[in-house]
Nanobody
């Protein structure tokens, strides 16, 4: 049974920073592609960042230079460091793990950027 537990969300002022964590259990996650998605009210879920087994990262232009994804395979944990946060970053952030043909999602953590 795969289990993903996210933490680190909250309320932050524009320009502030947050670090999200996703602790995974139940599989060998060293072979997984891990990532973060977000979904704002009334919008589709979108990719925020991903990291391959070899540490290759991918970001959309909207967060490039502000967000950094990293992983600790020994802890089966993926992180998302977010800096320079903007109100448009407000969304529920979901951890995502892909292992071969299987995809797993966390329960989501709310990030609100507001003054």
């Amino acid at each position: 049974q795969v289990h993903l537990v996210e933490s680190g969300g909250g309320l932050v002022q524009p320009g502030g920073s947050l670090r999200l964590s996703c602790a995974a259990s139940g599989r060998d996650f060293s072979i997984a592609v891990m990532g973060w998605y977000r979904q704002a009210p009334g919008k589709e879920r979108e990719l925020v960042a991903s990291i391959s087994t070899g540490g290759v990262t991918n970001y959309p232009d909207s967060v490039k230079g502000r967000f950094t994804i990293s992983r600790d395979n020994a802890k089966n944990t993926v992180y998302l460091q977010m800096t320079g946060l903007k109100p448009e970053d407000t969304a529920v952030y979901y951890c995502n793990v892909k292992i071969f043909w299987s995809t797993y999602w966390g329960q989501g953590t709310q990030v609100t950027v507001s003054s």
